[in-house]
C-alpha cells in the first residue's frame, strides 16, 4: 500500500529565503508525481508534474526534483514570497492517485 | 480523521450512456467539494466547485451541461457524465473541505472511468 509522507508539517519563513519541501513515498513503482498548492478554504492548483521517467521539472521559481529509487521529491521555492504562503501537497500515482498531508508554508514579510 | 468516500472505483460503459459518480464525506458535513480529473499522464486538473444548494462553479473549457453536478446536501455531491464518449475516459477525483477549519481538504479515493 503506498503511503506519502510530507515533511515538515509546517513550515514559516522570511521573505526572500530559498526553502524545500519534501515529500517520501514508500513504494517506488509509480507513473508521476505531483505537487500542487491549495489555499485556504479552495481547491488545488496544479504546481508541477514529474512522470516517472523524468528527474526534474521547473516553472518560474519552482523546481521539483523526483528520486524513484529511493521513494523522494524535493520542491524547492527560490527567493519566496507572502504571496506564496499556502499549503503543498504531494499527490503520487501508483494504482491510486495518493496525496501527502501537505506542509503548510507561511513567508513573513 | 475526516473519511470522503468516492464511489465507484471503477466503471466501464459504453458509448452514449450516462455515468453517475458519487462522493460522500461521512463524518462531517461538507458544504464546498471539488470534482478533479486527470488524463494520463497530465496533471490533475480542477474541473468544477461544488456548493451544497447552489449551482456548482464550472472552470474554463469544462462543460456544464455533459459533466452535471449536484450537491443537494451537506454529506454527499454527485457527477453526472452525460452522454459519455470516449474522450471523456480519465480518473475522477473529489475533495471536501473538512474540519476543523473548513480549510483543509480530504480526497476520495477517485474513479477510473473508461468509455467503450
Known amino acids: 500500500k503506498q503511503e506519502v509522507t510530507q515533511i515538515p508539517a509546517a513550515l514559516s519563513v522570511p521573505e526572500g529565503e530559498n526553502l524545500v519541501l519534501n515529500c517520501s513515498f514508500t513504494d517506488s513503482a509509480i507513473y508521476n508525481l505531483q505537487w500542487f498548492r491549495q489555499d485556504p478554504g479552495k481547491g488545488l492548483t496544479s504546481l508541477l508534474l514529474i512522470q516517472s521517467s523524468q528527474r526534474e521539472q521547473t516553472s518560474g521559481r519552482l523546481n521539483a526534483s523526483l528520486d524513484k529509487s529511493s521513494g523522494r521529491s524535493t520542491l524547492y521555492i527560490a527567493a519566496s514570497q507572502p504571496g506564496d504562503s499556502a499549503t503543498y501537497l504531494c499527490a503520487v500515482l501508483s494504482e491510486k492517485l495518493v496525496f501527502g498531508k501537505g506542509t503548510k508554508l507561511t513567508v513573513n514579510p | 480523521g475526516a473519511v470522503v468516500s468516492q464511489h465507484p472505483s471503477r466503471v466501464i460503459c459504453k458509448s452514449g450512456t450516462s455515468v453517475k459518480i458519487e462522493c460522500r464525506s461521512l463524518?462531517?458535513?461538507?458544504?464546498?467539494m471539488f470534482w478533479y480529473r486527470q488524463f494520463p499522464k497530465q496533471s490533475l486538473m480542477l474541473m468544477a466547485t461544488?456548493?451544497?444548494?447552489?449551482?456548482?462553479?464550472?472552470e474554463q473549457g469544462v462543460e456544464k451541461d455533459k459533466f452535471l453536478i449536484n450537491h443537494a446536501s451537506l454529506t454527499l455531491s454527485t457527477l453526472t457524465v452525460t452522454s459519455a464518449h470516449p474522450e471523456d475516459s480519465s480518473f475522477y477525483i473529489c475533495?471536501?473541505?473538512?474540519?476543523?477549519?473548513?480549510?483543509?481538504?480530504?480526497f476520495g479515493s477517485g474513479t477510473q472511468l473508461s468509455v467503450l
Open positions: 475533495s471536501a473541505l473538512g474540519p476543523p477549519t473548513n480549510e483543509k481538504l480530504f
Open positions: 461544488s456548493n451544497e444548494g447552489s449551482k456548482a462553479t464550472y
Open positions: 463524518d462531517f458535513q461538507a458544504t464546498t
